[in-house]
Nanobody
């Protein structure tokens, strides 16, 4: 059974940091690209960062470039978030895709093979 379980969300002050984890099971993580997506209240879901399975190519949305870092280790994919802003407040989801034309395409489209349940990130003073 395929599972993606996010953790690490919470409340943090502007300028602070959080590290999100996406624990995967039921499939070979090396075969899949993994992406982090977020949905803020009243907004469309946005691809934040994605990492490929075979060669660790990465993609970052312009809104997080230079502040967020995606990485993977064994069966877990991480999103290190630094210099957080109030506009980063959202529910963050990880998703897995087996076939994708490019890592950028992985991040800018919403149709994925598997999704996690999400973790809330709130940036507020």
């Amino acid at each position: 059974q395929v599972q993606l379980v996010e953790s690490g969300g919470g409340l943090v002050q502007p300028g602070g940091s959080l590290r999100l984890s996406c624990a995967t099971s039921g499939f070979n993580l090396d075969d899949f690209a993994i992406g982090w997506f977020r949905r803020a209240p009243g907004k469309e879901r946005e691809g934040v960062s994605c990492i490929s399975g075979s060669d660790n190519n990465t993609y970052y949305a312009d809104t997080v470039k230079g502040r967020f870092t995606i990485s993977r280790d064994k069966n877990t994919v991480y999103l290190q978030m630094n210099y957080l802003k109030p506009e980063d407040t959202a529910v963050y989801y990880c998703a897995a895709d087996l076939f994708y034309p490019s890592i950028q395409h992985m991040c800018i489209t919403s149709d994925k093979d598997y999704w996690g349940q999400g973790t809330q990130v709130t940036v507020s003073s």
